[in-house]
Nanobody, 114 residues
Framework: VQLEESGGGPIQEGGYVSLACVAS????????MAWFRQAPGKEREVVAS????????DYADSVKGRFSISRSGSNNILYLQMNSLKPDDSAVYYC????????WGQGTQVTVYS
């Protein structure tokens, strides 16, 4: 399975952006998918996860109320709507299962400027 993230870019503080992750090839049918982010000098962390069959969403405290994860099961696409962005949200964003089952994609850079 290949994962390809897109949608990042430079965004002004307080703005919004929507990320997408397309899974292709192989057998894709995870129980849970997640969005991760990694800022320079920091470890990769989970910011949001979703049960793929639909239902439960979970969010890191730092993004709760501002980010929203969703998916298109039929198209194998994972989304992350990011609102009220802060400079601390600047990072490379990746998708994967919480246990990092698939090979990492290249990620998409989100840079929030004041």
């Amino acid at each position: 399975v290949q994962l390809e993230e897109s949608g990042g870019g430079p965004i002004q503080e307080g703005g919004y952006v929507s990320l997408a992750c397309v899974a292709s090839g192989g057998t894709f049918g995870p129980s849970v998918m997640a969005w991760f982010r990694q800022a320079p000098g920091k470890e990769r962390e989970v910011v949001a996860s979703i049960v793929w069959s639909g239902g439960r969403h979970d969010y890191a405290d730092s993004v709760k109320g501002r980010f929203s994860i969703s998916r298109s099961g039929s198209n194998n696409i994972l989304y992350l709507q990011m609102n009220s962005l802060k400079p601390d949200d600047s990072a490379v964003y990746y998708c994967n299962t919480p246990d990092r089952k698939f090979q990492w994609g290249q990620g998409t850079q989100v840079t929030v400027y004041s």
